[in-house]
């Protein structure tokens, strides 16, 4: 994941802050992510859960994340395309309702963990597992956002 981060900021790293910004967040999170999950390099004893703590800072940077994408960059994307194409437009209709439902998934594991007191051991590491997935998932909708946008409208991006 961490190299696709790199692949993206090399298409369209420097070409907007907001983006850049936003490619920044992908990759606290997904460092985070590795983090809680205890993924290489960080060591953790893999029998234990992670501290609340660490669970809640993950949860917050998730829900930055995935509110800086529907109420920032979308915004902006959509815009540039509504302007600008048809076509692109068409393309984002098709791709936003899919990120919607990777958003539900990645709020639903924020309302579960963010606060959570009780007993996850038995749970936590397939709903942490169900939402990486839906991430990698989202991530690869996001880029073809990315794509659309700076193929089709990098002239007037």
């Known amino acids: 994941m961490l190299n696709k981060i790199e692949q993206a900021r090399e298409q369209w790293g420097g070409s907007n802050q907001l983006i850049d910004t936003w490619l ?14 205890g993924l290489a390099p960080f060591e953790t004893n ?26 920032e960059v979308y915004k902006e994307v959509v815009a540039r395309c509504e302007k600008h194409g048809k076509s692109s437009l068409e393309q984002i209709d098709l791709i936003i309702p899919k990120i919607t439902k990777t958003t539900d998934i990645s709020l639903e594991f924020n309302d579960k963990y963010a606060e959570n007191k009780d ?11 169900t939402l990486i ?6 991530f690869e909708l996001e880029d073809k956002l990315l794509i659309t946008l700076f193929e089709k409208h990098t002239n007037s991006a």
């Open 133 to 138: 997935e839906s991430l990698e998932q989202r």
């Open 46 to 71: 893999s029998q234990a859960l992670p501290e609340l703590a660490a669970i809640q800072e993950f949860c917050n940077k998730l829900v930055d994340y995935v509110s800086t994408g529907h109420f």
């Open 24 to 37: 920044g967040k992908r990759q606290e999170l997904i460092v985070n992510y590795c983090q809680i999950a």
């Open 119 to 129: 007993d996850i051991s038995n749970v936590f590491d397939k709903h942490l597992s």
